[in-house]
């Protein structure tokens, strides 16, 4: 096949742009599988690590295939390329998704659409190459041009996941918008060679473009409501509220004749309204009833209210403040009836104000929460309202210790399990020590430490790092129907005699309502069986070497 009529430079930027284009689209899809992976399998560095560079063999595997591709079919297959990548591409994260409801078998229709994709995109590069190779009088320039246009293409793609796609569409959506951008590939390309008489004018590739175009319109305006559906048979209850933010999926389900409301995130059960003061009062009463000195209580996470829906019992409290990472999360918890039911409405208690924003940061922010603790009058910032004894502060737990000043009385942190990295940060030595370093010498910390049954060794480990801080400890745990055997540790400043504790702990007195939690109950949390607390292990959770986020991904939950 001969392409020397058509014109060499115009020819050459378009196939310039449209690997431009292309490499931003790869990039994408590579992301939404890998992000798919993550929430479907857990573990977010073993599945994108699997992801890519199961992507990148496949990559390899279609670049080899293209050899075979006739010189006069090349720009015939890379119309069905992109073709190709907009119907798979579109599409997979649906299918994957209703699979995973449906059958056992999800990780290998995951697994099958990455290869899928892997392949047509190691197709892309090379078939583009030669494409081009007839527009460009050196090889060195043809090749400059287009790994330019890609890699620099994939950059463009990689802000766009992580600054656009990723905070304001599902991710089934992001898919569908990217396999639009394919499809215009594929168009344009069509368009402009049949102009130059380089592909012929038919029926079929036309009819196939236009089906291609209304199946991936189709899914982009239904996607949303596909989702719902899809996502029902994952939960036993009616899903009354499914949502997904910048940070996690959060999905309500009411089981209305038992009046029973579970809230998800991420597809793991965070509480449920039948049994929740199992697993809240323990978190809280103890330690507050223990603790000499309660006016000031710091809460890191517990974005659903109830924790807070505890503290707030106490009169002698002064100053609460809520660090959850989620906006979104904090403002259902408030505005939401069934979650304002169950908590009681603690975010509208007459000691609350809710300052949304960028969280605690160098300048304005940090100079107004240290104000706030000193008291100071505050009308003069112009995102303060009336001063108030509680505050919500959207803002990672991690970044926030860093940042401000301050000692605490009682701090309860209340986060959900150690299940990928960016929570596994949440439960290091390093994370603790800052924690640490903000408890009053008289305060008391509380720890939600995953099942002392079902995971162990998780347990254990976080038992093990918290001492590794410069902390003492208590392990606790409770039934908590809804999940099993629960488990917490009480910890402390050295200076503090174990047995000191442990006496207050005999002449403990809870002096606010309850639903659960008494002194008898928790003496009895105390106890532990024979082998309980025991094992080998001895590795401690560290940012460096994340030993907890394989400890509770492989290791536990394996006697269910």
């Known amino acids: 096949m001969t392409i020397t009529s058509a014109k060499p430079s115009f020819a050459s930027v378009l196939l310039c742009a449209c690997m431009f284009a ?27 690590a699997m992801v890519i560079g199961l992507m990148l063999f496949w990559m390899g595997f279609g670049s080899l295939v293209q050899a075979q591709i006739p010189k006069k079919f090349l720009i015939y297959a890379f119309i069905a390329v992109e073709t190709g990548l907009a119907l798979v ?53 043809n090749l400059g041009n287009i790994l330019s246009a890609d890699y620099i293409g994939s950059l463009i793609g990689s802000l766009i996941y992580v600054f656009i796609l990723l905070r304001f569409t599902p991710i089934t959506e992001a898919a569908f918008l990217t ?116 006016t000031r209580v710091l809460i890191l996470g517990g974005g659903d209210g109830c924790v807070l829906r505890e503290v707030l019992k106490y009169k002698e409290v002064k100053d609460v403040l809520l660090v959850d990472l989620d906006p979104e999360m904090t403002r259902l918890a408030k505005t939401h009836p069934v979650l304002k039911r169950i908590n009681r409405n603690a975010f509208k208690d007459a000691r609350l104000v809710v300052r949304a924003g960028n969280g605690i ?71 603790y020590k800052k924690v640490k370093q903000h408890l009053s010498q008289h305060g008391l910390l509380v720890v939600q430490a995953t099942s002392p049954y079902l995971a162990k060794e998780s347990f254990l480990c976080i038992g093990r790092t918290l001492e590794s801080a410069g902390l003492s400890i208590l392990p606790f745990h409770e039934n908590v129907p809804s999940f099993g055997d629960w488990g917490w540790f009480l910890a402390w400043h050295p200076n503090i005699q174990k047995e000191k504790i442990l006496e207050r ?25 024979k082998g309980a607390l025991k094992t080998k292990n001895r590795l401690i959770n560290t940012i460096l070497h994340p030993a907890l986020l394989s400890i509770y991904n492989h290791e536990s939950w394996l006697v269910e």
């Open 22 to 48: 292309s490499g931003a689209c790869g990039i994408i899809l590579e992301y939404v599988q890998a992000s798919l992976a993550s929430m479907i399998l857990g573990n977010s560095f073993e599945q994108w």
């Open 89 to 141: 591409g579109g599409f997979s994260p649906t299918l994957t998704y209703i699979s995973y409801g449906y059958t056992a078998y999800y990780s290998l229709v995951l697994y099958f659409f990455v290869s899928f994709i892997g392949i047509m995109i190691g197709l892309e590069i090379p078939i583009i190459v030669r494409i081009n190779n007839d527009f460009s009088k050196e090889l060195s320039t």
């Open 179 to 294: 396999a639009g951008a394919n499809f215009s590939l594929a168009f344009v390309t069509y368009i402009y060679f049949s102009n130059k008489g380089l592909v012929k004018k038919g029926f079929l590739i036309p009819a196939v473009m236009l089906i291609t175009f209304c199946a991936v319109f189709y899914g982009y305006l239904n996607n949303r409501q596909w989702n719902i559906k899809i996502e029902q048979p994952l939960y036993d209850d009616p899903i009354i509220l499914s949502k997904t933010t910048q940070y996690q999926h959060i999905a309500i389900t009411h089981y209305r004749p038992f009046d029973d409301v579970r809230l998800f995130l991420n597809g793991n059960l965070q509480f449920a309204s039948t049994d929740e003061q199992r697993y809240h009062e323990p978190m809280v009463h103890p330690a507050m009833s223990l603790v000499p000195i309660k």
């Open 361 to 431: 940061a160098p300048g304005i922010n940090r100079r107004l929460y240290l104000e706030t603790n000193k008291k100071n009058k505050l009308e003069k910032h112009p995102e303060t309202r009336k001063l108030a004894d509680v505050k919500v502060m959207n803002v990672d737990a991690d970044k926030f210790l860093s940042d401000v000043a301050g000692f605490w009385d009682v701090i309860i942190v209340d986060m959900p399990d150690p299940s990928t990295p960016e929570l596994t940060k949440l439960y290091a030595k390093e994370f």
């Open 505 to 529: 702990i005999e002449h403990l007195n809870i002096g606010v309502p309850t639903r659960f939690i008494t002194p008898r109950v928790f003496r009895s949390e105390l106890v532990f069986g």
